[in-house]
Structures are given as C-alpha cells and as structure tokens.
C-alpha cells in the first residue's frame, strides 16, 4: 500500500534526525514524507533541509506561527500546512511527531492491517519513554487508543471523519468519530515506538486548562468529564490537575464554546463513553 507521513516540528533538534532516520529505515518506505518546520528557532529547519536534499520522497515545508506552544490546534494547523502539499494518491496517510524513533517494521505491519480488513480506519502501536536507562510503556491512555504521536489513517475514513481537527482533542475525537461511522481502531501491542520527549513537555500553564475544554468539545458533559479528568490527573500521577480540568470545563461551557462534533455525534460519544465505563466495572 502506499503511504504519506506528514510530520510537524517546533525546535526538535535534539530528536528529529532520530526519527527521519528511522523512517528511512523501513522495511516499506513511505511514498512522500513532508516534514513541517512551524517557526523553529534551532536547527530543525538544518537538519530537515539535508535530509530533503538526499531524498527525492521527502519535501520540506517552512510555517510560521506563534511561538507559544498549546495541544492541539498549533500542531494540527502544522500538519494541515503539510498535507496540503499532497495529492490524493495514496491508500493511508500518517501525523507521526518529531520526537519517535519507530522499530523497522512498523508501517509494513500498519500496512497489512489496512490489507487485512477494507473496515479497519485506524491502526498504530504503543509509545515507550525512557526510564532508568530502559524504555516503558507510557500508560497515559487505554490500550485500545491510539497515540496522537503516531496516527495513521486509511484514506476512506480520514475523508469521512474530516481530516483533523485543529483544537485540543484532536487525538480523541477521530477514533471517536471513526467508531461513528463504524470504522474499526486497531492497536498492536507489538509495535513499540520510542517516544523520546515525555508528553506534554513544552505546554505552558495555559495548557492546564485546555484538557477540561476538550472534554467540554467532545461533549462529554459533566459526569463524564469528571470520571476522565479523575483517570487522566492519576495516570499522570498529579491528583491536583483534575481541579485544573474541571475548571477548564466550566470555563469552555459559560462561554458556550463550539463543540467539536454535531449533536448526534456528541449523543453518541456519551453513549460509547458510558458503554466503556459499564464494562469495567463488570
């Protein structure tokens, strides 16, 4: 099958070339592989230039953009940049970050999933971060979610859920609207990805806020986005962020902020929530 990468980047120096590299070195190589320099100030856009010139499948898009670093709709206004310089001849495309280092075989494995099923939307692997000098799980979402580190996407469903969507939650929403439209979500175990920059590294105090609005735009309501605030401030073993969450929440709601899908789409996003919440508790 073939594949596009599209990879935003906001001063990466320290991991970017780790990451092309590991690209370059896959048993089924991309067919385009657009890498996105949004207003760096170090030697990302160096760095990215010399692997362009060495490579004819890899291009090189300069954005400029704020520099203050928010989840969500800075990387996704990056990744839109680059998918913009694409055209419509490939069967799935990937938002990977510029922080991986990805085994041999993963996207030739990605590959046959989408082979193996017309129905499967969505597929990916795990992230490991460095910990006393051996690499483990990231454990900062269920087993059956996708990172938004390494999304990849059959081309049918990327169309039908929207493309991405430039806001906090992003990463939530797609498997989301995939399961909608009844697509499948795979994950595989397997396929461990070095996630070389621990999640949300570079988010200032603003961003605090930005997890309860999300849960505020995907239209959780109130007891949902409680029980998820409570489960993501333990994961990342800082209780008092569910007060930060929940504040986000109420500030999205009073000022009646948009939400990220229609109202049935919300309907049914509580649904599967409570759905999920049901079978883990039996």
């Not at 046959?112 to 900062?140: C, P, Q, R, V």
């Not at 930060?244 to 109202?263: E, H, M, R």
Request: charge should be positive; charged fraction near 25%; hydrophobic fraction near 40%.
């Amino acid at each position: 099958m073939d594949y596009y990468i599209v990879i935003p980047s906001h001063n990466e120096e320290k991991y970017i070339e780790r990451t092309i590299q590991s690209i370059i070195e896959q048993t089924l190589l991309p067919k385009k592989l657009v890498l996105v320099n949004d207003n760096s100030t170090d030697k990302t856009a160096n760095i990215i230039s010399a692997f362009a010139k060495k490579h004819s499948w890899i291009s090189f898009v300069n954005k400029t953009s704020e520099a203050v670093h928010l989840p969500g709709s800075k990387v996704i206004q990056a990744f839109q940049k680059g998918l913009e310089t694409l055209d419509e001849h490939y069967d799935f495309i990937v938002k990977a970050d510029a922080d991986l280092i990805f085994p041999t075989n993963y996207f030739e494995t990605i590959s046959s999933y989408f082979k193996s099923d017309d129905k499967i939307g969505m597929a990916g692997g795990f992230a490991y971060i460095e910990k006393n000098d051996d690499y483990i799980l990231e454990n900062l979402t269920d087993k059956d979610h996708i990172r938004g580190a390494f999304k990849a996407y059959r081309k049918e469903c990327f169309k039908q859920i929207g493309g991405l969507k430039p806001a906090m939650g992003w990463d939530t929403v797609d498997e989301l609207l995939c399961k909608f439209y009844n697509w499948k979500v795979i994950t595989d175990e397997n396929l461990k990805v070095k996630h070389l920059k621990p999640t949300g590294a570079n988010y200032n105090k603003t961003a605090r806020y930005k997890q309860g609005e999300a849960f505020y735009t995907l239209g959780y309501g109130l007891f949902i986005t409680t029980i998820a605030s409570l489960k993501l401030a333990i994961r990342k073993g800082k209780p008092l962020l569910f007060l930060d969450y929940i504040n986000g929440f109420w500030k999205a709601k009073s000022v009646k902020k948009p939400l990220l899908v229609t109202a049935e789409q919300a309907k049914f996003i509580r649904n599967y929530r409570w759905k999920k919440m049901k079978e883990k508790l039996i």
